[in-house]
């Protein structure tokens, strides 16, 4: 048998509580009585009341609008960014129909995350669940994760008085993709007429004409510059616009006789980092990387004489070299649409053969930098005269060149084996150091936490330095 502690009779609990209060009474009469007490009282009191004055009388000033995951970073340069509240019908809004932004592929997928994509699985372990910064990111999806960055970002100003740029977060490359099928011109440009019209009547752009205003494209200049007197493969007229000419253009591939505002930046890759260690953690493992082969092309053979040519000579030598490490991706190969398998084979390899694809540049060059493979490249628009902000001046410093239509490309083996390997080794340090550069950070990265300038970070600089140029 359990037993309990006897409680008092409410009788008893009222004799205690009496016999405690009159125990108590002469004591607070004596320090009432005490003048000392007295004024700390009212000391105490006034301080109270004073203190709820200034709370509800003078609230704190509260920003115009509360970001999630926002932080006290500074701005790494003097750019100072206004970003636009576009009407939905010019970014959000088009990603309700994500299952038809692109006539190719279902994009509901790629666009999650802020355009991260789908988090990947059986990838470096440099973090877990939400932390991992791991992401099968679409290769035209950079104007989407360019805009997430912009609303978190030190650089951005909530009054344009103050701003020296102003970002015009148009998802042009979604929208320009579910459009390559259609055939009347007119429907085709209506989205990005509407757009210059906007813009037109905000008192921002008519301060200077638009020449202080950005834009980003998650694809290539061509698909914007449709031509009368050419094939016509889908785009619309964007950059054709005489107003949208002042604007500077940031974009996946830059016009190199036309472009000169436009302004290349990377295609992003799958590695999103949040935190200075886990890029430091990156560049560790990369640079300790085994690198077994000397040269490797992932990639698939093209129609055309002039593609072809260059795709099937890398793909001939590769096959016949014991050094050469070759994915080749027709057929479907699962493989080359794996991005551990296409980091894999990067990371084994030296040198990572960049062919020009459907255009002169190519996602993969900046999926070898991300490896710590030295790229070489065929064309000198697949990089050096796309990437100026973010690559470094001296092409040898990071890079082999080989002319498509020289000797040189014809015997791709022999050539990589007389680079010095003192000379290979430092140039893949020269890569390794500039992956944090062509990486997209993951938008919700904590700036304090960053700790390195990322893609978004170099264009804001860029962007800075030549408005000023052009304005003043």
Known sequence: MLLSKKQPSSATQWVEKVKYQKHREPYFKFLFSNPQFRYAVFLLVFLSLWFMFQVFWF????????????????????????????????????????????????????????????????????????????????QFIAEMIFHARMENHPCRTWDPAKANLFYVPFYGGLHVSSKF??????????????????????????????????IALGRTSWDFMRADDGPDFGANSLLNSPFVKNMSVLTVERNPWKGSKQHGIPYPSYFHPSTSDQMLTWQRMVRRSNRPYLFSFIGAPRKGVGKAAIRDEMIKQCMESTRCKL????????????????????????????????????????????????????????????????LPGEATEYSVYMEEQGDESKRIEEVLMKIPKEEAERMRATVIDMIPRITYAHPNASNSDLGFEDAVDVALQGLARHVRNIIL
């Open 327 to 390: 994915l080749k991706c027709d057929n479907g190969n699962p493989k080359c649409y794996n991005p551990s398998e296409i980091l894999r084979v990067m990371r084994e390899s030296q040198f990572c053969l960049q062919a020009p694809g459907d255009s002169f540049t190519r996602r993969s060059t900046f999926d070898a930098i991300l490896s710590g493979c030295i790229p070489v490249f065929f064309s000198r628009h697949t990089a050096y005269t796309q990437y100026t902000w973010f």
């Open 59 to 138: 609230p704190p000033t509260r920003a115009t609008r509360h970001l999630t995951g926002s932080s006290p970073g500074k701005c790494g340069g003097d750019a100072s960014v206004y970003v636009y509240d576009l009407p939905a019908e010019f970014n959000f809004g088009l990603l309700r129909d994500c299952s038809h932004l692109n006539v190719y592929t279902d994009m509901c997928p790629h666009v999650a995350n802020n355009g991260l994509g789908q988090p990947l699985e059986n990838m470096v372990d440099l973090g877990s669940g939400e932390s991992s910064p791991w992401f099968a990111t679409h």
């Open 181 to 214: 099928r259609e055939q009347n011109h007119t429907v085709r440009d209506a989205l990005a007429v509407r757009l210059v019209d906007y813009l037109r009547e905000q008192p921002a752009w008519r301060k200077n004409n638009g020449r202080d205003h950005f």
